[in-house]
């Protein structure tokens, strides 16, 4: 399947102006100095640089902040369901990080495992992911330290490797073939020798990425110590914001809203966060996650615990975001090896 090419940066870009004709592209831009996904009109919008990420994840692309599930009207005697229209343009998600890549997988998890969920599975199903490798790590990036690579493929369809000046782009799935068919122009084919840039660039960035590796026995000690009294110290200082929860590109959580006047209404889905209070504020007026500790602790052992298999992956993909952007400071592998220290310390049942 794969198929590799070298462009320079003129030649990405023109590949990136033809992608415009037929796809809606999402790229990342600069908006008031923020970088952001954005759908792009022309290709001199898009950042594409050799590192650096966007403030907010692609996620809301697939799976958006707010959006109807289903409508209805009444009319005479009976209750007319119309499923709103599933998005049919095709979607190109351009300059992925590889975290992010791996991140919509995660949500693929979520969202199309079981009952599929019709409006993400339309979404996805009409997605190519071109990603974008990195060649330097964010000071906030930990992807290594939780079993991710900046050249990691998963979750990507064409991934560009930055190659100094130029850039190398694979195709790894059939999807993204289909985006580079009719492309190729004047294009070089890549060379065993730029192929190993890629172990280069990977090993040059994971030295840059200081982060003690998260140990995948620790997902264990961290269930086992679900009741250690650590976490009441450990959640302190969280204002339970869920700034975290919004700008990660695994996080799914959601909330149901009926909107509705005597003649018709909509059923919404709107980002939510298990570090809200309401998130699990039953209607009988119990809350099994009452404390902001049993809160803060969900969020973290969801990343890190409550894996089926050992061949799990973590579901922090180590973005950092939620490091770089928590207004308490809080920083979640400090946290989980603080946690992990002191169930191992003092005993799974140390009380609160
Ligand atoms: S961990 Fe930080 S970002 Fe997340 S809810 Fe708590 S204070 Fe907000
Ligand atoms: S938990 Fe934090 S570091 Fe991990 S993927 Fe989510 S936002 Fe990124």
């Known amino acids: 399947m794969e198929s590799s090419w070298k462009l320079t940066d003129t030649q990405l870009r023109k590949w990136l102006s033809g992608l415009l004709d037929g796809n809606s592209v999402v790229a990342p831009v600069e908006e008031d100095g923020v970088l952001l996904f954005r759908p792009i009109a022309s290709e001199d919008q898009a950042v594409v640089k050799p590192s650096g990420k966007t403030r907010w994840s692609p996620k809301e692309f697939l799976f958006p902040r707010s959006e109807a599930l289903y409508r209805y009207n009444f009319k005479g005697g009976t209750v007319q369901l119309e499923d709103p229209p599933v998005p049919e343009e095709h979607q190109v998600l351009f300059g992925v990080r590889s975290c992010d890549a791996s991140g919509l997988v995660r949500l693929d998890e979520i969202f199309l495992s079981g009952t599929k969920d019709r409006l993400y599975a339309a979404r996805r199903e009409n997605t190519t992911v071109v990603s974008a490798a990195c060649a330097a790590a964010d000071v906030e990036c930990f992807c290594t330290a939780v079993g991710y690579s900046p050249v990691g493929e998963e979750g990507s369809d064409v991934q560009l490797v930055p190659l100094g000046e130029d850039w190398m782009l694979r195709v790894l799935t059939d ?33 840059q990425i200081e982060r003690s590796p998260v140990n995948r026995e620790w997902s264990q000690v961290l269930e086992e110590g679900f009741e250690h009294g650590a976490w009441d110290r450990l959640a302190q200082h969280c ?21 509705a006047n005597a003649w018709c209404g909509e059923q919404c889905r709107s980002w939510d966060a298990c570090t809200f209070p309401l998130f699990t504020h039953h209607a009988s007026g119990h809350n099994p996650r009452e404390t902001k500790q049993e809160r803060y602790r969900q969020r973290v052992l969801h990343k890190f615990a409550f894996r089926e298999e050992d061949e799990d992956p973590f579901r922090c993909v180590g973005c950092g975001r939620c490091v770089s952007l928590c207004p308490a400071g809080l920083d979640i592998v400090n946290t989980v090896s603080a946690a992990v220290e002191a169930i191992r310390e003092e005993g799974a049942d140390a009380a609160r």
Do not use: Q
């Not at 289909?178 to 730029?194: F, I």
């Not at 700034?243 to 909107?259: L, T």
């Open 175 to 207: 999807k993204g073939r289909d985006l580079v068919s009719d492309a190729g122009d004047g294009w070089t084919a890549a060379t065993a020798k730029d192929g190993k840039r890629i172990a280069e660039l990977e090993k040059s960035v994971a030295g």
């Open 239 to 259: 204002l339970g914001c869920s700034v975290c929860a919004y700008v990660c590109p695994s996080c799914s959580c959601f909330d149901m809203n009926h909107e």
